[in-house]
């Protein structure tokens, strides 16, 4: 089974590096990158990832910076998906 990765990191360089490493790995589907906090949980939501490799520290991660330790505690995806989809719209 081939695992589905999202990069999210603001730092270009970082970005490539890590998606050169899983193009190389050839076990890993590469879905896409997100540049900030806020553009990580769009594409967390569309692209519903099963590998994420996030840069902890980012501008415009504020709303994602501290929740983060809540989705580690996710019990299954839909419970994850409930948290991520409150951070894009706090009232549902």
């Known amino acids: 089974m081939r695992l589905?990765?999202?990069?999210?990191?603001?730092?270009?360089?970082?970005?490539?590096?890590?998606?050169?490493?899983l193009e190389a790995r050839g076990d890993i589907d590469f879905l896409g990158e997100a540049g900030d906090g806020v553009e990580a949980v769009e594409r967390l939501l569309d692209l519903r990832p099963e590998l994420v490799f996030l840069d902890i520290q980012m501008p415009r991660g504020g709303r994602v910076r501290c929740p983060a330790r809540g989705l580690s505690a996710a019990q299954t995806d839909g419970d994850l998906y409930h948290r991520l989809r409150r951070l894009r719209h706090p009232r549902v």
């Open 4 to 21: 589905r990765a999202l990069i999210v990191d603001d730092e270009p360089p970082a970005r490539r590096k890590i998606r050169l490493f």
